[in-house]
């Protein structure tokens, strides 16, 4: 590293100091007499200041000639602008060009997504792609913190699988030497194993479906949190998925502020946020989907705009809970009380963001289990080690899984989950 080299990060601790910082040009304005460079460095932004008469004429025309994202290392004094973004510019003492950049394929006009996804690798240099990445890193550190300051232990389920979580429509085939593989759907049956061990645990991986949709909630491959918890039931597994949620939005609210503005998001609807979260059971959602104009019987499973229709009438996240165990996964636990629905529920975001996590009481009865292994067709050979949790020391127990980018996608409030992943993974896209 140079001497004196910093961030643009730190620059409010250098005030009044001439410092280097590494970085790229993201805009540049220029008058006779001065040019205006604005720079990014990946910690953020600044504009550095040069002044014609102020520096040797070499520098000058360094500063003149640099390109959009052109790479260079500039040296000058930090002081106070309460007039800048950042509320901090650079008078340039000197300019050092590593490298001119020839025609950047993304200009400041506007470009179609196609392109844009095309040039992923270097459309995540726009602010707006930071801020959305900066935003996504601060979820998931809220998330181990939430989990590892109570007690959970962290598990790593397998990503190669020999049988199915979710179903089986949806799965992404592979060889493993000569048996079939398939990647992971979901950690939920091997973190159920691991909560029989170890009380409280939570796994956050990459999950992976072959869903032929191309709607804005759906990628191929996506993160999943997915804690299991021992003793407990449906209902307090609800409580910790209120606190978990409102413990994200907040942690969002204190740490990422000038990211959200950078994305224009309405932030008074996340200060919303916090729990208890209302609660409706299926037969409630049918019937005032039913009273609102909505062709839809009972037994059907909601679509997007049934989604949206319901999470309208609430400012905060909203349960749907106990669904017909028939439009359900095989492992739910049936209602005691009414074995024809099952104790589970699905959050749902506001604004039109749809499910963010899918959780369930689980089957804990071996005999139960097995009866849903035939009127499912899974093979008893491929779940035996599964059956086993519930042959030796079954207790009640239940958990959930939350979909990161839709997470990111409602926090952000971005019109599509394709903007918080790195290098989203779609239905006809798998470049860059
Ligand atoms: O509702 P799902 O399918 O639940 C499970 O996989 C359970 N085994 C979880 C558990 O209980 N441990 O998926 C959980 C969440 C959804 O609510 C959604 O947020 C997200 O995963 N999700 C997707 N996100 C993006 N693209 C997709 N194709 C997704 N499918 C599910
Ligand atoms: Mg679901």
Redesign the pocket.
């Known amino acids: 590293m140079r001497a004196n080299m910093t961030t643009i990060r730190e620059v409010h601790t250098k005030v009044g100091q001439s410092v280097t910082i590494g970085g790229w040009l993201y805009n540049k304005r220029s008058s006779g007499k001065i040019h205006f460079l604005q720079l990014r460095d990946g910690s953020g932004f600044i504009q550095a200041v040069v002044v014609k008469n102020e520096v040797p004429e070499a520098v000058w025309e360094a500063a003149g000639s640099l390109t959009q994202e052109s790479s260079l290392y500039v040296t000058g004094s930090i002081r106070q602008d309460t007039r800048s973004a950042g509320g901090y510019e650079m008078s340039v003492e000197s300019v050092e060009v590593i490298q001119l950049a020839v025609d950047y394929p993304i200009t400041p006009k506007e470009h179609g997504v196609d392109y844009l996804l095309d040039h992923r690798h270097l459309w995540l240099r726009s602010p707006r792609q930071r801020a959305i990445l900066v935003i996504r890193a601060q979820i998931i550190r809220a998330i181990r913190q939430f989990f590892d300051e109570r007690g959970f232990t962290l598990v790593d389920p397998p990503i190669l699988t020999p049988s199915s ?2 179903g089986t429509t949806n799965l992404f085939h592979t060889k493993y030497f000569d048996e079939d593989a398939y990647l992971t ?4 049956l091997y ?1 159920e194993a691991a909560a029989m061990a170890l009380g409280r645990v939570y796994s956050f991986g990459p ?1 992976f ?1 072959a ?1 032929k ?1 191309k709607t804005r ?4 491959e ?1 993160w ?1 949190i ?1 804690p ?1 918890m021992a003793f407990v039931d449906h209902e307090e597994s609800l409580r910790i998925q209120e606190q978990f949620v409102e413990h994200i939005v907040k942690s969002v609210l204190a740490h990422c502020r000038a990211e959200l503005e950078t994305l224009g998001r309405d932030v008074s609807r996340l200060e919303k946020v916090e729990s208890p979260f209302p609660r409706l059971s299926y037969d409630e959602a049918v019937k005032y989907l039913q009273d609102n104009g909505h062709e839809f019987a009972w037994g059907e499973d909601f679509g997007a705009p049934h989604e949206t229709a319901i999470a309208e009438k609430y400012d905060k996240p909203v349960f749907i809970t106990q669904y017909p165990a028939e439009i359900k ?1 095989f492992y739910m636990k049936p209602n005691p009380e009414r074995p024809e629905v099952v104790l589970c529920a ?2 749902i975001a506001p604004e039109g963001y749809g ?6 009481q689980r089957i804990d009865d071996p005999e139960l289990l097995e009866q849903r292994f035939a009127s499912h067709h899974l093979s008893k050979e491929a779940y035996q080690w599964y059956l086993d949790l519930r042959r030796y020391g079954t207790v009640p127990h239940s ?5 990161l ?3 990111v996608a409602w926090i952000c409030g971005l019109e599509h ?1 394709r903007e918080t992943i790195p290098f989203p993974r779609l239905l006809n896209r798998l470049y860059p």
Request: hydrophobic share 30%; proline share 0%; charged share 25%.
């Open positions: 979580c979710e759907q979901s950690g939920q973190m999950t479906r869903e949709s909630r759906h990628l191929i996506f999943m997915e299991e996964a699905d959050l499910e963010m996590i899918g959780g369930s958990g959930f899984g939350l979909g980018e839709r997470t989950v």
